[in-house]
């Protein structure tokens, strides 16, 4: 962090503020998953706008574990939000009509992702408020996102911080001990585990990505070589869309 734990409150408070003041709009529309990611930025966007303001969306599928639901209850009770709980397996199931339809696990996870964003926008844009993402830093690096499902947002307040940073934080913002102590999951298969999939413990990628970074992106073990192969890999997840935009002296 670049400052203090309660400085560092305070910056994210202000750019959400700052977001929601400059696009004229008047609130935030945030999903919530039952980890860490999202129950810290509920809390920082309720600390920022007040919770009248905040929209919590629980978006379950077939896959999500019931602990989960029990967990985003809890955490919006004690931020004082309400919650509005939209099953997705309806969509999906549409989507498995279309011909050609291969049902594996990685495909129906980034339908899911992109799913729940559409759904989020589409509340946003019913209530004139902005989509906050959930993405932290570790994740986006290494590309552990589906690109337009949950990396898509207006606002994305805990994007410059790791997922030790994150822990950090939630626990200066007391957190239930439930969503603190829970095994980082993405929830978009039965026994799906964050640390598994990516074959690396968080503690390992922050360790990587900040030698990495101070290191010219110039690998010296193992280990930084496969987190430095993963960030390589999903550089397009991170720039714009390829385009020859600009090139034509007649666009503005």
Known sequence: MQCDIGCEKTRIENLIRQGIWSSGTEGVVLGVSGGIDSAVVAALATASLGSERVCAFFLPSAATPPADEEDVRELCDKLGLELQIIPIDG??????????????????????????????????????????GTSNRTEYLIGYCTKWGDNAADLQPILHLSKKEIYILGEELE????????????????????????????????????????????????????VLALVKKSAHKRLPALSLAGTDPRSP
Do not use: C
């Open 91 to 132: 969509i999906i199931e549409a989507y498995r009509h279309m011909e050609g339809f291969v049902d594996e696990p990685y495909l129906i996870g980034n339908l899911m992702a992109r799913t729940r964003m559409t759904m989020l926008y589409y509340q946003a844009n019913l209530r004139n408020r902005l989509v906050i």
């Open 175 to 226: 957190m239930p001990d439930p969503i603190m102590k829970k095994e980082p999951s993405a929830g978009l298969w039965h026994g799906q585990n964050d640390e598994k999939e990516i074959g690396i413990s968080y503690a390992e990628l922050d360790s990587a990505l900040a030698f990495l970074e101070e290191n010219n992106w110039k690998a010296e073990n193992t280990i930084q070589e496969k």
